[in-house]
């Protein structure tokens, strides 16, 4: 028997237990990195005069939302002598406001959650129409830890190409996805023959 020539979201389904396990794997290894582990620290850091600069945005009454910093409306205005002006002399950057109030990780963590499913699912497709049912671990696991991988940590770098991300709070989150990756690769990698 081999997935190759098989409806692949039929293959895909009988992968269910390996989607759930792995995306659950990964839910408990990212909160122990984010909660018990400090990596994480020092990815940001405090404003100065916080108050004062948090009681200028209540009093322009500053709506949640990502905004830019100086704001400019085309490229021909990028080239003005006036924005030029503001691009010297700063600040220059970018910011996203979230809504007022005491913050709540419930919604964020089935969220994430989810997205860890959604990449399982994703992963176990391209499993399936790749790979046939009696591959070996190493094989499975190459494949689902490189999608997985692919997921999880290289689209983080953009945040340093495009937002000014810095490189070492990159790098961590690239571990992060590396680690993930991992995780979700041995799950598949251990159970890809019993699910077939």
């Not at 945040?159 to 598949?188: E, M, N, P």
Request: overall charge negative; some cysteine; hydrophobic content about 50%.
């Amino acid at each position: 028997f081999s997935y190759q020539g098989v409806n692949p979201m039929a293959a895909v389904f009988e992968l269910w237990l390996p989607i759930l396990l792995s995306a659950v794997a990964v839910f408990v290894v990212s909160s122990i990195m984010h909660m018990l582990v400090p990596l994480h620290a020092g990815d940001h850091a405090q404003l100065p005069a916080e108050s004062e600069v948090l009681e200028a945005m209540r009093k322009h009454k500053v709506q949640p939302g990502s905004y830019r910093f100086p704001y400019c409306t085309s490229m021909k205005d990028m080239g003005s002598d006036e924005m030029l002006q503001k691009y010297q002399s700063g600040p220059v950057g970018h910011m996203t406001l979230f809504p007022s109030g005491t913050p709540t990780m419930g919604k964020n963590l089935l969220q994430w959650f989810l997205f860890s499913i959604s990449v399982s699912f994703f992963a176990a497709y391209v499993a399936t129409v790749t790979l046939g049912a009696e591959e070996p671990y190493l094989r499975v696991f190459q494949l689902v830890g490189t999608v997985s991988f692919l997921a999880y940590g290289w689209g983080e770098i953009t945040a340093s190409i495009w937002k000014g991300q810095s490189w070492v709070v990159t790098s961590k989150f690239l571990f992060d996805g590396l680690l993930y990756a991992l995780v979700t690769a041995g799950v598949f990698g251990a159970m890809w023959h019993h699910a077939a």
